[in-house]
T-cell receptor, first 113, second 111 residues
Framework: DAEITQSPRHKITETGRQVTLACHQT?????MFWYRQDLGHGLRLIHY???????NKGEVSDGYSVSRSNTEDLPLTLESAASSQTSVYFC????????????FGQGTRLTVV | SQQGEEDPQALSIQEGENATMNCSYK?????LQWYRQNSGRGLVHLIL?????REKHSGRLRVTLDTSKKSSSLLITASRAADTASYFC???????????FGRGTSLIVHP
């Protein structure tokens, strides 16, 4: 069965370190998204991609970057981790049809100490 | 910024009762979707309603959409303890493929 997987599930890192969160989907979806989820804020969009070599900033993109070298993967990099980036991160994907659902990974809980 | 806002933020009911959650949004939409999130898990799509539809059913779920009021409701009938979760509405607007989420409603169903 097709799926979307995130790794690691949990990560503790120190302030200032570079961290990369992986997202891999086997749906062959063109669209991929990264969200962060914080209490009181719901899900906020960090970056998104509509296809290979396409990346775009979302609502809360400062301090984050993504790259899309193939259809399956959209890694999220925190260039210099800050305590404010402690959060739960979700990757999602959807097909190119505007009406279809998004499929979510299980999330990565990141703690920056 | 959040497009959708769910109401109430929290809802506690007994098993067998119906649960109603509401979602209001700000701009015109193509469709509105509802998702469920169990504790510690990712979101799972429940149902999608298009802007030209007024009501949709899926099992024990009933969704309504009022585009004139920019609002939607999700009704879960005959709730079960397993329905305990957070529920989010998400909108897609214009030419965007990006679901924009509200803050969610936390539902607790007591056995």
């Amino acid at each position: 069965d097709a799926e979307i997987t995130q790794s690691p599930r949990h990560k503790i890192t120190e302030t200032g370190r570079q961290v990369t969160l992986a997202c891999h989907q086997t749906w062959n979806h063109n669209n991929m998204f990264w969200y962060r989820q914080d209490l009181g804020h719901g899900l906020r969009l960090i970056h998104y991609s509509y296809g290979v070599q396409d990346t775009n900033k979302g609502e809360v993109s400062d301090g984050y970057s993504v790259s899309r070298s193939n259809t399956e993967d959209l890694p999220l990099t925190l260039e210099s981790a800050a305590s404010s980036q402690t959060s739960v991160y979700f990757c999602a994907s959807s097909s190119g049809d505007r009406g279809t659902e998004a499929f979510f990974g299980q999330g990565t809980r990141l703690t920056v100490v | 910024s959040q497009q959708g806002e769910e109401d109430p933020q929290a809802l506690s009911i007994q098993e067998g009762e119906n649960a109603t959650m509401n979602c209001s949004y700000k701009t015109s939409i193509n469709n509105l979707q509802w998702y469920r999130q169990n504790s510690g898990r990712g979101l799972v799509h429940l149902i999608l309603i298009r802007s030209n539809e007024r009501e949709k059913h899926s099992g024990r779920l009933r969704v309504t959409l009022d585009t004139s009021k920019k609002s939607s409701s999700l009704l879960i009938t005959a709730s079960r303890a397993a329905d305990t979760a957070s529920y989010f509405c998400a909108t897609l607007s214009g030419g965007s493929y990006i679901p924009t989420f509200g803050r969610g409603t936390s539902l607790i169903v007591h056995p």
